[in-house]
Every structure is written in C-alpha cells, then in structure tokens.
C-alpha cells in the first residue's frame, strides 16, 4: 500500500493474528492447529497456525482451518466467520480481502 509519504507494509502474521482475533466473535468455531487448539499468546509470538495469508499488492486471501461445533449449521457459521475475518481485515488494515477460504476440519463435541 502506497501512499504520498512512503509505503506501508502488513506482515502477514498480524493479518493472521487479526482474523484469529475475529474467529474469537464467532462461537460456534475455533481455529485448529495441527490437532491442538491456540491460544492468543501464541498467535502473537509467530502468527496463527491454522490460518494462511496470501498477499497480493493490496489484495488479501485468507484460508482457515477450523473445527466447529456440534449442532451448529456448519454453512451458517462458516459464512459468519467469512463476514467478520474480512470485516476486521479490511477495517484494520486497510486492505481488500478477496476471499476467505474455510476448511471444517473436526466437529467439536462437548
């Protein structure tokens, strides 16, 4: 992102931690890594395992590995998680999300 006095660059792991921190507004999901859930210290330390960032000049693409919970309307939920990722993203950062890709990988059952 250029502007009249000099560029600005977002890293893609505060992108990433951005969008987990929206993951958090919807309930009904949570990010997976690798089999174990994160928590926020993590995601500030080295990014949010379980999301990838790809950037393209001002141009976002965000795919989400997530487990949901049992009962919930998996296309519902995962629509809303869709909405506020790109919301905060693009609010935050000031740049445009092109997608956000979700992969329900695991069906929470408590």
């Known amino acids: 992102m250029a502007d009249r006095l000099g560029e600005i ?3 893609d792991q505060v992108i990433a931690v951005i ?3 929206a993951v958090e507004e919807v309930l009904e999901v949570s990010v ?3 089999g174990l859930y994160q928590d926020l ?3 500030m330390n080295g ?3 379980g999301i990838t960032v790809f950037m ?3 141009r976002v693409t965000i795919d989400m590995r997530v487990s949901v919970r049992y009962g919930s309307p998996i ?3 995962c629509y809303l998680l869709q909405e506020k990722v790109k919301e905060a993203v693009e609010a935050l950062t000031g740049l445009i999300v092109e997608a956000v890709n ?3 990988e695991t069906v929470e059952v408590k």
């Open 41 to 43: 210290a993590k995601k």
């Open 75 to 77: 296309h519902h939920v």
């Open 32 to 34: 997976r890594s690798r």
């Open 47 to 49: 990014g949010a395992k």
């Open 9 to 11: 660059r977002v890293a």
């Open 56 to 58: 393209t000049d001002d």
């Open 19 to 21: 969008a987990g921190v």
């Open 102 to 104: 979700v992969r329900v």
